[in-house]
C-alpha cells in the first residue's frame, strides 16, 4: 500500500476517534441544556446532512484541486466543527457546529473508502476493507469510553477532538497519494442503477449503526442510568463492530457477501424484538448494543466489498459516492427516528420503529443480484 494512503488511513481513524468521543458526549450536553429527545436527533442527524449536501461533490474536488488537497480540507473543517462543539450552549451553534463535522466526513471518508477499495488485490477486498472497518470500530469504540472517563470536563474533550484530528493531518503534508481511476464513458446513473441493492444496504447500515447510537444513549438516560453509563453505551455498540468487521471481510471474500448479509440482518431484527425484555433487566441493554454493532456495523462494509467485487476499478469511484450517500441518508434517519422512538416509548418504541426496516434488507439480499 502507498505509504501516504496507510498515513491516510490513520489519519482518518484519529479522526473517527474524536467523533465517537464528541457524538454521545454532544447528546448528553444538549439535553442537560434542556433539548427534547426530537430535537437532538434533529441536531445529531446534521452531521449527516453534511456529508449528504457536500459528498456529491467530493470526486470533481479531488479531479480540480487533488486527492491531498481534499482531505486536507476536509479535516480543517472537522477542526473547526469540534472547537464550534466545545462553546455551543444555543441550538444554532450545535447546528453549525455539527454541520461542519459532517463537511469534514464528506471530504475525508468517501475518498479514504475509494482508495482502499481500488488498492486492495483482486480476491482480498473484503479483508482489506473489513481491516480498514476494524479500525473504525474500535475508534468508535474506544472514543465513548474516553469521553465517559472525562464527561465531567466536556469542553476539554471536544478541544481535544480538535486536537487529535489537526495534529493527524501533520504528517501527510508533502505525500503523494495513488491517481484515482479515471471514470469510463458509461453514465453515473447508469452505474448507480445498478448499485442500487448495494445502496440500500449501505442505507440501512447507516440507519441502524447511527440511529442506534443515539438510541442506546436516549434509552440508557431514560432508564436513569448515569451520564458517564449512558456515554459508554455507544462504545459497546462499537465493539461489537470492531469485533466483526475483518471476519466478515474474509468470509464474504471467500463465500460471498449474501449469506453474510442475512445472518446480520437476522441478529439485528431478533435483537430489536427483544428491546422489551431490557424493562425487566437493564443490563441487558449491554448484549443488545454489542450485537447492534455486530450486525448493523456489517452492513456498510458488506456494501463496499460487494462494490469492490462486482464492480470494474474505473467505476468503482462512482460506486463508492452512491454508498456513502446511501449511508449518509440512513445515518440522518436513523438518529431523527431514534429521537421519535424514544419520545413514543424508551423500550416498545424502538422495537416497533426499528425492528421491521430489518427485514427490508432481507428481500434485497434475496432480489438482488450484487450479492453473491
Given at each position: 500500500?502507498?505509504?501516504?494512503?496507510?498515513l491516510?488511513?490513520?489519519?482518518?481513524?484519529?479522526?473517527?476517534?474524536?467523533?465517537?468521543?464528541?457524538?454521545?458526549?454532544?447528546?448528553?450536553?444538549?439535553e442537560?441544556?434542556?433539548?427534547?429527545?426530537?430535537?437532538?436527533g434533529?441536531?445529531?442527524?446534521?452531521?449527516?446532512g453534511?456529508?449528504?449536501?457536500?459528498?456529491?461533490?467530493q470526486?470533481?474536488?479531488?479531479?480540480?484541486?487533488?486527492a491531498?488537497?481534499t482531505?486536507?480540507?476536509?479535516?480543517?473543517?472537522?477542526?473547526?466543527g469540534?472547537?464550534?462543539?466545545?462553546?455551543?450552549?444555543?441550538?444554532?451553534?450545535?447546528?453549525?457546529?455539527?454541520?461542519?463535522?459532517?463537511?469534514?466526513g464528506a471530504?475525508?471518508?468517501?475518498?479514504?473508502?475509494?482508495?482502499i477499495?481500488?488498492?486492495?488485490?483482486?480476491?482480498?477486498k473484503?479483508?482489506w476493507l473489513?481491516?480498514?472497518?476494524?479500525g473504525?470500530?474500535?475508534?468508535?469504540?474506544?472514543?465513548?469510553?474516553v469521553?465517559?472517563?472525562?464527561?465531567?470536563?466536556?469542553?476539554?474533550?471536544?478541544?481535544?477532538?480538535?486536537?487529535?484530528?489537526?495534529?493527524?493531518?501533520?504528517?501527510l503534508?508533502g505525500g503523494?497519494?495513488?491517481?484515482?481511476?479515471?471514470?469510463?464513458?458509461?453514465?453515473?446513473?447508469e452505474?448507480?442503477?445498478?448499485?442500487?441493492?448495494?445502496a440500500?444496504?449501505?442505507?440501512?447500515?447507516?440507519?441502524?449503526?447511527?440511529?442506534?447510537?443515539?438510541?442506546?444513549?436516549?434509552?440508557?438516560?431514560?432508564?436513569?442510568?448515569?451520564?458517564?453509563?449512558?456515554?459508554?453505551?455507544?462504545?459497546?455498540?462499537?465493539?461489537?463492530?470492531?469485533?466483526?468487521q475483518?471476519?466478515?471481510?474474509?468470509?464474504?471474500?471467500?463465500?460471498?457477501?449474501?449469506g453474510?448479509?442475512?445472518?446480520?440482518?437476522t441478529?439485528?431484527?431478533?435483537?430489536?424484538?427483544?428491546?422489551?425484555?431490557?424493562?425487566?433487566w437493564?443490563?441487558l441493554?449491554w448484549?443488545?448494543?454489542?450485537?447492534?454493532?455486530s450486525?448493523?456495523?456489517c452492513?456498510?462494509?458488506?456494501?463496499?466489498?460487494?462494490s469492490?467485487?462486482?464492480?470494474?476499478?474505473?467505476?468503482?469511484?462512482?460506486?463508492?459516492?452512491?454508498?456513502v450517500?446511501?449511508?449518509?441518508?440512513?445515518?440522518?434517519i436513523?438518529?431523527?427516528?431514534?429521537?421519535v422512538a424514544?419520545?413514543?416509548?424508551?423500550?416498545?418504541?424502538?422495537?416497533?420503529?426499528?425492528?421491521?426496516?430489518?427485514?427490508?434488507?432481507?428481500?434485497v439480499?434475496?432480489?438482488?443480484?450484487?450479492?453473491?
Amino acid at each position: 500500500m502507498n505509504p501516504t494512503l496507510r498515513l491516510l488511513c490513520l489519519s482518518t481513524l484519529m479522526t473517527v476517534f474524536g467523533f465517537a468521543g464528541v457524538q454521545p458526549l454532544a447528546v448528553t450536553v444538549m439535553e442537560a441544556q434542556g433539548l427534547g429527545a426530537t430535537t437532538i436527533g434533529l441536531l445529531s442527524a446534521l452531521i449527516f446532512g453534511g456529508v449528504l449536501v457536500l459528498a456529491p461533490f467530493q470526486p470533481a474536488l479531488v479531479e480540480r484541486f487533488g486527492a491531498l488537497r481534499t482531505y486536507q480540507a476536509g479535516k480543517a473543517l472537522a477542526t473547526l466543527g469540534f472547537v464550534g462543539c466545545a462553546w455551543a450552549t444555543l441550538p444554532w451553534l450545535w447546528a453549525i457546529s455539527l454541520l461542519l463535522l459532517g463537511f469534514g466526513g464528506a471530504l475525508t471518508w468517501p475518498l479514504t473508502d475509494t482508495l482502499i477499495a481500488t488498492e486492495a488485490p483482486t480476491g482480498k477486498k473484503g479483508a482489506w476493507l473489513g481491516l480498514f472497518q476494524s479500525g473504525m470500530g474500535l475508534a468508535f469504540a474506544l472514543g465513548p469510553f474516553v469521553s465517559a472517563a472525562l464527561q465531567s470536563w466536556p469542553k476539554a474533550v471536544f478541544l481535544g477532538a480538535a486536537i487529535i484530528c489537526g495534529l493527524s493531518s501533520l504528517p501527510l503534508i508533502g505525500g503523494k497519494l495513488p491517481t484515482p481511476v479515471e471514470e469510463d464513458d458509461t453514465p453515473s446513473w447508469e452505474v448507480w442503477r445498478n448499485a442500487t441493492g448495494l445502496a440500500i444496504v449501505a442505507f440501512l447500515g447507516g440507519l441502524f449503526e447511527n440511529g442506534t447510537h443515539t438510541v442506546g444513549t436516549l434509552v440508557a438516560l431514560a432508564l436513569g442510568w448515569s451520564g458517564a453509563a449512558s456515554v459508554a453505551l455507544p462504545g459497546v455498540i462499537a465493539a461489537g463492530s470492531f469485533a466483526i468487521q475483518y471476519p466478515l471481510g474474509r468470509i464474504a471474500d471467500k463465500r460471498g457477501t449474501r449469506g453474510v448479509l442475512l445472518a446480520g440482518l437476522t441478529g439485528l431484527a431478533l435483537s430489536l424484538a427483544a428491546m422489551p425484555l431490557v424493562g425487566h433487566w437493564s443490563p441487558l441493554l449491554w448484549v443488545l448494543g454489542f450485537i447492534w454493532g455486530s450486525a448493523g456495523g456489517c452492513l456498510y462494509t458488506l456494501a463496499m466489498t460487494g462494490s469492490a467485487q462486482v464492480f470494474p476499478e474505473r467505476q468503482i469511484a462512482s460506486v463508492t459516492t452512491l454508498m456513502v450517500l446511501g449511508y449518509t441518508v440512513g445515518s440522518a434517519i436513523g438518529p431523527v427516528l431514534g429521537g421519535v422512538a424514544v419520545d413514543a416509548s424508551p423500550l416498545w418504541g424502538v422495537a416497533l420503529v426499528f425492528g421491521p426496516l430489518a427485514l427490508i434488507g432481507w428481500f434485497v439480499a434475496f432480489k438482488q443480484k450484487v450479492f453473491c
